[in-house]
């Protein structure tokens, strides 16, 4: 049974950081992607990084390259995605995610990232960033 745990989630001030951890059980993740999505108040999920358990190939959102990084620990089954200079529009439910396959390079990770590709998904971790 595939289980996709986050935690790390809170609340923090303009230029900020948080890390978030998605912890996964009940498969081999070298066979997948894992992803953090997020989904705003009236917006749809959209996402934020992923990378390969293939070959570590990642892919970023425009809108957080150069302040969130996504690394993977294969011997703790965990990946985390740790956020800095967090603005008040980083706000929302950072959702953890799995896509079944070998994803290997680029342009098939930057083809994968996105809700629709996605085949398991965690419960949610609230981010809000306010003064």
């Known amino acids: 049974q595939v289980q996709l745990v986050e935690s790390g989630g809170g609340l923090v001030r303009p230029g900020g950081s948080l890390r978030l951890s998605c912890a996964f059980s009940?498969?081999?993740?070298?066979?997948?992607?894992i992803g953090w999505f997020r989904q705003a108040p009236g917006k749809e999920r959209e996402g934020v990084s992923c990378?390969?358990?293939?070959?570590?190939?990642?892919y970023y959102v425009e809108s957080v390259k150069g302040r969130f990084t996504i690394s993977r620990d294969p011997a703790k089954n965990t990946v985390y995605l740790q956020m800095n200079s967090l603005k008040p529009e980083d706000t929302a439910v950072y959702y953890c995610?799995?896509?079944?396959?070998?994803?290997?390079?680029?342009?098939?990770?930057?083809?994968?990232?996105?809700?629709?590709?996605?085949?398991?998904w965690g419960q949610g971790a609230q981010v809000t960033v306010s003064s």
């Open positions: 995610s799995a896509a079944r396959g070998y994803f290997v390079g680029q342009y098939e990770m930057d083809s994968v990232c996105y809700a629709r590709s996605q085949d398991y």
């Open positions: 009940g498969f081999t993740s070298g066979s997948y992607a």
């Open positions: 990378i390969s358990g293939t070959d570590g190939t990642t």
